[in-house]
C-alpha cells in the first residue's frame, strides 16, 4: 500500500513539474510575444469583467451579449487590449501587466459589489464619491467584511511592492518597435471608435447606466463615464440663440402675469423620501394591512400621481438635483453627478435663490452626514441659508441596518419654520428607506408582514423594506398634522427619490414603469386637485406657478415652453449657457454667490462646567454625539452623554482654559461651535 501511495505521490510530482515547466514555456513565450499574450489577456479579462457585472457563474449571459452584441463585445475586448497595450514600451513588462490587470480586476469586483449592494453599476464618478462613501460603509458591510477588505488592500501592497522588487525586466526592449505598434494600435482604436459613433454602434448619451452596462458592457460605460461629462456645447449656441429663448420667455411670462392673481407666498416644503414608492403596486404581494396608509389618504385628497425620476435603485443626489435646479439630467454625461462636478466650483440658479428673491429664507435637512455627496459644498453653491444635517441633530432612533430613523424631520422641519420671521423654503432628504435590504429576518415581530413571494430572501428584503416605509409613513402623518397646527399657510410636497433596489421591472408594476414614484401635494390654501405624471426637473416650476411666481431663467422656462417645439433643445442650451458657457442669460455676469452656510437651526450653548476625581463635566444645550471639546483650539477627546451633558479628562482641562463646543463632521469639518467659555474648577459655572 505504501508502495502505491508512494507511486501516485512521485507520478503527481512529475505531472506538477511537467504542468508548471509547460506553463513557464507558455508564460516566456507570451511574455516574448507581447501583442499575443495582451489578446489572450483581453479576452480572459472581458470575459471576467461581463461575468461580474451579468452577476451570472453559468457564462450564458455573456455568451448571449457576445451573440447579440457581438461588435460591442468585440470593442470591449479592444479597449482592455488597448491598455494592455503600454506593456509594448516599458521594461517592467511583467510588472506592467500586474498592474492593468489588477486595475481591471477591482473595476469588476466593485461593480460585482455594487450591483449586489445598491443596484447601481460602478462607473468613475463613483471614485471621486469615495471620500462620501468611507463614512457610511458600515451601513453596507460588516466590521469583519472591512477589516477583510482592508487586509486584502493592504496584503494587495505589499506584494505589489514584492513585485516591483523582484520580478524581472525586459533586458533587450525594441523601445522604437514597441512605441510604432502602439502608435499603430491606437490609431486602429481611434478609428474603429470614430466609425462606432458614426453607425451608431457606440453612443455617449447614456440615460440609463444600469441597462447601458448590460447592452454596452463594463469595459465601455466604465470608460464612457471618465470621459463624458458635462453637458457638450451645442452646435447652434450664441447669445442670438439664447436672447432669442429668452425672449420668447418673456413674451409668454407677460401673458401669464397679466392673467394670474396676486403672488402668494406660502411655506414651500419638499420631502424626499429615500427609496419610496408605492409598495402596494408591485403585483402578486400582499401585506397584513396598508404600510402606506397617509400617504394613500393624502394621494386621494390632494394633487398626486407619478413622478419620473432620473434614476432607479439609487442615485438620489440626482434627483434633488433635477428638482432642485429644474435641470434635466439626461443633457449631461454619462451616470454624471454634477455635485461632484460642475457645482463644485460654480453657481447657479435654483428653487432656493429664485424663492429668496421672493423674500423667503433657504433651509436644507438631512438625516445623514453633510459631506455625503458634497452637500455641505454643494448646498451653499445653490443658495441655501441653513443646512440641518445628522451631526447637527439628535437623533434617538436607528434602522437595524444604521440609518437615521425619519421620524426625528418633522422637528427640524419645524425649527426651521420657526428660525425665521417670513417665508421658509425646505427642502428636505430623508435616508431611513436606504438600502441595502437584509436577506435574513432581522426585524423581530414586525408590523407589516408579506406574502405571495416564494423566494425566502427576496420576502425578508420586502419585509425589511416595507416595515421602513410603514414608519415612514407615520412621519408622514406627523409632519402634516405638526403643520396643520400651525395655521401657517403651506404647500408640502412629498415624494419618493427612486425606487428601492428590491429587482423591480416595469412588468412587475401595475402603473408606470420603475423611473416613477408617488407623489402628492398638500396645502392648506385651497389649490385645486390636479392629478398626472410629472418630470421631476419640472416639480419645482409647477409648484411656484400654483402660486403665481414666475421669476427665475429655468422656472420661467419650465412654465411657458414645457411641450413645445424645441423644448429639450432649448432647455439643454440654457443649462450649458448657465454652467458652462458665456452666461448670456445673465448678461455674462453670474449674479449668484455661494452662501455662507450655517449648519444646523440652534445653537450650541455651554452653560457651566464642574469637575470631579478624574472628570469635567459640561453642560449646556443641543450637543450632539458629534460634538467635541476645543480647549484653546485643539480637539480634546470628549464623551457625549446627552444633549446637555459632555464629559472630558481634567488632564485636558486646566483652570482658566478657554475652551469651546464644536459640532464636527466626519468629513472632517467644523460644522457649528459655540461661543467660548473661560473654565474656573471648583467654580460649578
Not at 228 to 248: L, V
Not at 621 to 642: G, L, P, S
Request: aromatic share 12%; with cysteine; hydrophobic share 40%.
Amino acid at each position: 500500500m505504501g508502495t502505491f501511495l508512494e507511486n501516485i505521490r512521485q507520478t503527481g510530482k512529475k505531472i506538477g513539474s511537467a504542468l508548471k515547466a509547460i506553463g513557464l514555456v507558455i508564460v516566456d513565450k507570451l511574455r516574448k510575444h507581447p501583442i499575443l499574450c495582451n489578446i489572450v489577456l483581453s479576452v480572459l479579462m472581458t470575459v471576467i469583467l461581463e461575468t461580474l457585472g451579468r452577476q451570472r457563474a453559468d457564462f450564458s449571459n455573456i455568451f448571449a451579449f457576445a451573440n447579440v452584441r457581438t461588435k460591442m463585445f468585440l470593442y470591449s475586448i479592444l479597449i482592455v487590449f488597448l491598455s494592455y497595450s503600454v506593456v509594448l514600451i516599458v521594461k517592467r513588462r511583467l510588472f506592467t501587466y500586474i498592474i492593468v490587470t489588477l486595475l481591471w480586476s477591482i473595476v469588476g469586483i466593485v461593480n460585482w459589489m455594487m450591483l449586489n449592494t445598491r443596484n447601481t453599476p460602478f462607473t468613475y464618478v463613483d471614485i471621486t464619491l469615495l471620500k462620501s462613501v468611507l463614512p457610511v460603509m458600515s451601513n453596507y458591510f460588516t466590521p469583519t467584511e472591512i477589516v477583510s477588505m482592508g487586509a486584502l488592500i493592504l496584503i494587495a501592497l505589499v506584494l505589489l511592492v514584492v513585485a516591483f522588487m523582484y520580478l524581472p525586466m525586459e533586458k533587450k526592449l525594441k523601445r522604437k518597435k514597441g512605441f510604432l505598434q502602439l502608435a499603430v494600435i491606437c490609431a486602429a482604436f481611434s478609428g474603429v471608435t470614430a466609425m462606432g459613433f458614426r453607425s451608431g454602434v457606440l453612443t455617449d448619451q447614456i440615460h440609463n447606466i444600469l441597462l447601458a452596462f448590460n447592452d454596452y458592457g463594463t469595459s465601455y460605460c466604465f470608460a464612457i463615464t471618465a470621459l463624458k461629462n458635462g453637458i457638450d456645447k451645442p452646435s447652434n449656441y450664441s447669445q442670438k440663440k439664447i436672447d432669442n429663448i429668452m425672449k420668447e420667455t418673456d413674451r409668454k411670462i407677460e401673458e401669464k402675469e397679466k392673467a394670474d392673481n396676486k403672488v402668494k407666498k406660502p411655506n414651500i416644503i419638499f420631502v424626499q423620501l429615500e427609496s419610496h414608492f408605492d409598495i402596494t403596486q408591485v403585483k402578486g404581494v400582499k401585506f397584513n394591512k396598508d404600510p402606506l396608509a397617509n400617504f394613500h389618504k393624502y394621494m386621494k385628497g390632494y394633487s398626486s400621481g407619478q413622478l419620473s425620476m432620473p434614476s432607479y435603485g439609487a442615485g438620489t443626489a440626482n434627483s434633488e438635483f433635477e428638482v432642485i435646479t429644474g435641470m434635466n439630467l439626461d443633457h449631461f454625461g454619462a451616470a454624471e453627478y454634477p455635485y461632484k462636478t460642475v457645482l463644485q466650483d460654480t453657481t447657479t440658479e435654483s428653487m432656493a435663490t429664485v424663492l429668496k428673491e421672493q423674500g423667503y429664507s433657504a433651509h436644507a435637512i438631512h438625516n445623514n452626514s453633510a459631506a455625503f455627496y458634497d452637500r455641505d459644498l454643494v448646498f451653499s453653491q445653490l443658495g441655501f441659508d441653513t443646512f440641518t444635517t445628522k451631526e447637527t441633530m439628535n437623533i434617538k432612533k436607528w434602522t437595524e441596518n444604521g440609518w437615521a430613523k425619519d421620524t426625528v424631520l418633522t422637528g427640524c422641519i419645524n425649527d426651521a419654520l420657526d428660525s425665521t420671521d417670513q417665508q421658509d423654503y425646505v427642502y428636505c432628504i430623508s435616508v431611513q428607506g436606504h438600502g441595502d435590504y437584509p436577506t435574513t429576518e432581522i426585524i423581530e415581530n414586525p408590523e407589516i408582514t408579506v406574502s405571495g413571494i416564494e423566494d425566502e430572501g427576496l420576502k425578508n428584503k420586502y419585509t425589511y423594506y416595507a416595515n421602513q416605509v410603514y414608519q415612514m409613513d407615520q412621519f408622514v402623518g406627523d409632519l402634516v398634522h405638526s403643520l396643520e397646527k400651525r395655521n401657517e399657510e403651506t404647500i408640502l410636497v412629498m415624494y419618493g427619490d427612486h425606487l428601492p433596489s428590491l429587482d423591480i421591472d416595469d412588468k412587475d408594476l401595475t402603473y408606470g414603469n420603475k423611473y416613477e414614484t408617488s407623489y402628492f401635494i398638500w396645502d392648506n390654501i385651497g389649490l385645486q386637485k390636479e392629478d398626472g405624471v410629472i418630470e421631476a426637473y419640472d416639480l419645482g416650476a409647477e409648484i411656484l406657478d400654483k402660486c403665481n411666481i414666475h421669476n427665475g431663467v429655468i422656472n420661467s422656462f419650465h412654465q411657458t415652453r414645457k411641450g413645445t417645439e424645441n423644448y429639450q433643445e432649448d432647455m439643454k442650451d440654457l443649462q450649458y449657457d448657465m454652467l458652462y458657457g458665456k452666461q448670456y442669460v445673465w448678461n455674462q455676469e453670474n449674479p449668484f454667490q455661494a452662501t455662507d452656510i450655517t449648519f444646523g437651526i440652534r445653537d450650541v450653548e455651554v452653560s457651566k462646567a464642574y469637575e470631579t476625581a478624574d472628570s469635567v463635566f459640561i453642560v449646556g444645550n443641543n450637543f450632539t454625539n458629534y460634538a467635541e471639546v476645543y480647549v484653546d483650539d485643539v480637539q480634546v477627546n470628549t464623551t457625549y452623554h446627552n444633549e446637555h451633558l459632555l464629559e472630558v479628562s481634567r488632564e485636558d482641562l486646566q483652570d482658566g482654559d478657554t475652551f469651546s463646543v464644536s459640532i464636527v463632521s466626519k468629513a472632517p469639518r467644523v460644522l457649528r461651535t459655540s461661543k467660548n467659555y473661560v473654565y474656573k474648577e471648583n467654580s460649578g459655572n
